[in-house]
């Protein structure tokens, strides 16, 4: 058994509860090896305090799991056979009726939660965000070798996109350009929706982009990030298309400073809330801060948005082998959207940021 399904057996054990019914694909990836994206099917792993862990998934994905290195139990089921059926059958066999369950609360639904009760009745649930936020939160050297590509992928990604810009060009027109380059580097999909957004859209933190062009004045704003090998990168950087206003160039400047601020702040024991703070503060002194309407950043790695938070309300201690991203924003409409941001690794004393895109502003 590998190490991170044993520390998830040792949790099990510690807190008397009998097995753990796992159906994030995320999670299943990194406990298991295995990637799946089962759309309505059902994908599960079961792991128990002592026995042999069982996977069970689609029939045609039963070779994948094995081919990912998955050395136990693979349930198989057809499409006309009911995976719940096989499912009870084979957990009951190993421990007998689950009384106490651990289960994702943030992804089961509804329907299969039911099931769960029904054929394992009288059993009790709890959930195991904490045990696997706590596991996946440290990551090890591979998984930073792992993002160091990702975030490698995503600077020329961006690079990509700046190249791109012209008067009369789209924002879709740029996002077609970048994920097609990146796609001949062999990235198989973006850790998110693209999106370069340009003039009064960038002034929504999540806006969608489409068929507004770019014109001389405005500020470009990038948002992409890449998957490499399950692990994903985030990265932010807007730039100017010409020459901008003295306003726009103020915000863009205090986006900076306090980006740059709270990048210095990072090493372990800081709490998570004095980065935001380090950041909220220098954009709340220069009269911003009600334009900087979310938090500073989150947890990065398999997932794109994984714990933690890094808000003004969070007391977690930072520790060495987090990643996460740092990126305050200014958002006044009809004026400008400025957004910079970068994924960092809490070293032993400071911080490596792992994305490398220039940040002084670029006037192209």
């Known amino acids: 058994m590998n190490t991170r399904l044993k520390k998830l057996s040792t949790w099990l054990r510690e807190k008397d509860f009998d097995a753990a019914f796992i159906t994030m694909p995320d999670n299943i990836f990194y406990l298991t090896g295995f990637r799946s994206e089962p759309h309505e099917r059902l994908l599960g792993l079961v792991n128990f305090q002592d026995e042999e862990p069982l996977l069970i998934c689609p029939a045609m994905e039963k070779d994948d799991a094995k081919q990912a290195g998955w050395e136990y139990e693979v349930i198989g089921y057809n499409d006309t056979e009911n995976p719940w059926e096989m499912l009870e059958e084979r957990v009951k066999a190993r421990i007998g009726n689950v009384k106490n369950w651990v289960i994702e609360r943030e992804h089961l639904n509804v329907s299969r939660f039911e099931e769960l009760m029904w054929r394992f009745s009288g059993a009790a649930f709890q959930g195991a965000e904490t045990i696997l936020n706590e596991l996946r939160l440290v990551k090890d050297s591979e998984e930073i070798k792992l993002?160091?590509?990702?975030?490698?992928?995503?600077?020329?990604?961006?690079?990509?996109?700046?190249?791109?810009?012209?008067?009369?060009?789209?924002?879709?027109?740029?996002?077609?350009?970048?994920?097609?380059?990146?796609?001949?580097?062999?990235?198989?999909?973006?850790?998110?929706?693209?999106?370069?957004?340009?003039?009064?859209?960038?002034?929504?933190?999540?806006?969608?982009?489409?068929?507004?062009?770019?014109?001389?004045?405005?500020?470009?704003?990038?948002?992409?990030?890449?998957?490499?090998?399950?692990?994903?990168?985030?990265?932010?950087?807007?730039?100017?298309?010409?020459?901008?206003?003295?306003?726009?160039?103020?915000?863009?400047?205090?986006?900076?400073?306090?980006?740059?601020?709270?990048?210095?702040?990072?090493?372990?024991?800081?709490?998570?809330?004095?980065?935001?703070?380090?950041?909220?503060?220098?954009?709340?002194?220069?009269?911003y801060g009600e334009y900087f309407p979310h938090r500073l950043g989150h947890g990065l790695g398999i997932s794109v948005h994984e714990y933690p938070s890094v808000t003004a309300t969070n007391e977690l201690v930072m520790k060495e082998g987090m990643v996460f991203t740092i990126e305050p924003g200014i958002y006044v409409p009809g004026v400008a959207g400025v957004r910079i941001e970068d994924d960092v690794f809490v070293t032993e004393d400071g911080a490596e940021v792992l994305t490398k895109y220039p940040k002084t502003l670029q006037n192209i």
Not at 232 to 248: H, L, Y
């Open 147 to 287: 993002l160091r590509k990702a975030c490698e992928l995503a600077d020329f990604a961006v690079q990509v996109g700046v190249n791109e810009i012209a008067e009369g060009k789209t924002e879709l027109d740029l996002i077609a350009a970048i994920e097609y380059e990146v796609k001949k580097k062999g990235v198989s999909g973006m850790s998110f929706d693209t999106m370069v957004l340009t003039g009064a859209n960038a002034a929504s933190p999540h806006g969608t982009p489409g068929m507004t062009k770019i014109q001389r004045g405005d500020l470009v704003l990038f948002d992409l990030g890449v998957i490499y090998e399950g692990y994903c990168s985030d990265i932010t950087r807007t730039v100017a298309f010409g020459d901008i206003s003295a306003e726009q160039e103020k915000i863009y400047q205090t986006v900076l400073q306090a980006q740059e601020a709270a990048v210095r702040a990072v090493k372990p024991g800081i709490l998570a809330k004095d980065l935001d703070l380090t950041a909220r503060n220098i954009i709340a002194e220069a009269g």
